[in-house]
Nanobody
């Protein structure tokens, strides 16, 4: 079993900041890429940012320059620092990880999500 759990969501005013965290636990042999996705009401889930095990990153155009993804490989953690938040960033944010686990092979896992609400 592998589990991802997000934390750090909440309500913030436009222009404010939040930091999301996601920890992976279970019979993990190796975590490859990790990422953050978001889904706003009535919209499809979209990639926000991703990071490889080596630290290479990519971002959605809408968040470049405002959001920063990072990870702590020793602790199986991934972070998303969100600055200069806008009302259009309001969504449920999901953590995703590509994990090689004992007896389970390699597959992707999702966290349950954390709500981020940005008020204008």
């Amino acid at each position: 079993q592998v589990q991802l759990v997000e934390s750090g969501g909440g309500l913030v005013q436009a222009g404010g900041s939040l930091r999301l965290s996601c920890v992976a636990s279970g019979s993990i042999f190796r975590i490859n890429a990790m990422g953050w996705y978001r889904q706003a009401p009535g919209k499809q889930r979209e990639l926000v940012a991703a990071i490889t095990s080596g630290g290479s990153t990519n971002y959605a155009d809408s968040v470049k320059g405002r959001f920063t993804i990072s990870r702590d490989n020793a602790k199986n953690l991934v972070y998303l620092q969100m600055n200069s938040l806008k009302p259009e960033d309001t969504a449920v944010y999901y953590c995703n990880a590509d994990v090689t686990a004992a007896f389970l092979g390699n597959r992707g896992y999702w966290g349950p999500g954390t709500q981020v609400t940005v008020s204008s």
